[in-house]
């Protein structure tokens, strides 16, 4: 998954910007913050691009 390898890369407190068409995606990116230890700071599900900001 290139989000999990991007998030790798980060430093603690380093934010990454995500954009996403697929509807799973929310619950995929869910699973990954909860199995990773990894926050998630805002998801906006309108429209037809989905956008999550995540936090390490």
Do not use: W
Not at 30 to 47: A, F, I, P, S, V
């Amino acid at each position: 998954m290139i989000v999990r390898r991007e998030m790798r890369q980060l430093s603690p407190g380093d934010t990454l910007s995500i954009k996403a068409d697929d509807p799973s995606t929310d619950r995929d990116f869910e699973l990954l913050c909860t199995h990773m230890g990894y926050k998630m700071l805002k998801k906006d599900l309108n429209g037809p691009v989905l956008s999550f900001i995540m936090q390490k």
